[in-house]
């Protein structure tokens, strides 16, 4: 299985950016193993580490989360503007 990094569009980095900065919600999926989950989140900060790029997260219930940027996809086209 290839689980090479594969980096995502620049206006979708821009939109988890502006999510941190904003304190704005985002309701995304993401690849947990074999699951997929979806939830509304609060982003906390992105992080480039070893050739890859990892978005911090606070899901709904309140946990922390650290999930490779594409593994995480946004559900809600309307939030972040």
């Keep these: 299985m290839d689980d090479a990094y594969r980096p995502i569009a620049c206006a979708l980095q821009d939109r988890f950016e502006r999510a941190a900065i904003t304190g704005t919600a985002l309701t995304v999926a993401w690849r947990d193993g074999a699951r997929y989950i979806q939830d509304q989140v609060r ?3 992105l992080e480039t580490s070893r050739g890859a790029e ?3 997260f606070r899901d ?6 650290r999930i490779r940027l594409d593994y995480v996809t ?3 086209e309307m939030s972040g503007g």
């Design 43 to 45: 982003v906390l900060d």
């Design 54 to 56: 990892y978005l911090h």
């Design 60 to 65: 709904s219930r309140g946990a922390h989360h």
């Design 74 to 76: 946004i559900l809600d």
